[in-house]
């Protein structure tokens, strides 16, 4: 069942590196998403860029961008295999493969999508500027696509993990020139060598970090 499956997911420390991931694999659970996720008029108003094992420089650009993103005074260290890493981002430097999603301007419309605009109705992800107020709708989906694609890896004995600490503007992306749009979300992938609930038992503070009760969160109206 699905409910089983989800409750598998983790969030991912430390990945295992002499465990990547076959890009043919990742390609075939990427397309599988693809197909099964849905997304407002068919637009799918974002990107995914995939990261592969043989792109350390990219994978260590990224970390040194969420690490940057707190301000650290030394977030610029320069990185060792295991040594100067923050804990929290480890991941993202470790994982087999990362995915950044970005929000995407769509100039190919198909032919339900051209009437739709040859009527007068307002098309957000068409335009730089209407993208840019769409990007709520454009978090929601991303979100849709990436839950879906880690149910899948668990499903298939990888792990993943996602990331929203990072800096959003694009000058702060120049060294990954393939970002070309505002990004929505970083999702690590892999085989899971330490989790963050492994530390959280560990250090002893798992039983004090618990989600808020049931009836906080869902409201049955009268």
Not at 63 to 92: A, F, H, T, W
Not at 114 to 122: A, S, V, W
Request: neutral net charge; charged residues 25%; aromatic residues 10%.
């Amino acid at each position: 069942m699905i409910i089983d499956i989800l409750k598998q997911m983790r969030h991912v420390r430390k990945y295992y590196k002499n465990k990547p991931i076959e890009d043919d694999f990742l390609k075939e659970i990427l397309e599988q998403t693809w197909k099964v996720t849905p997304s407002k008029n068919n637009f799918m108003p974002y990107k995914i860029h995939v990261i592969g094992p043989q792109h350390e420089n990219y994978k260590k650009e990224i970390y040194q961008i969420c690490v940057g993103n707190e301000d650290l005074k030394n977030s610029r260290n320069p990185i060792d295999e295991g040594q100067n890493l923050n804990p929290n981002y480890m991941n993202l430097f470790n994982c087999s493969h990362a995915l950044i999603f970005t929000a995407r301007l769509e100039d190919e419309l198909n032919p339900h999508q051209r009437l739709l605009d040859k009527n007068g109705i307002y098309l957000e992800p068409i335009t730089p500027e209407s993208l840019a107020t769409y990007i709520d709708t454009v978090s929601l989906e991303v979100g849709m696509f990436a839950n879906t694609l880690s149910a899948v890896c668990l499903e298939n004995n990888v792990q993943t993990s996602y990331t929203l600490c990072f800096k959003r503007n694009l000058e702060a992306w120049q060294k990954l020139p393939f970002v070309d749009n505002r990004p929505i979300l970083i999702m690590t992938i892999g085989k899971a060598e330490i989790y963050r609930r492994d530390i959280a038992r560990k250090e002893g503070w798992s039983k004090n970090d618990y989600k808020p009760a049931f009836n906080r969160i869902v409201n049955f109206c009268e």
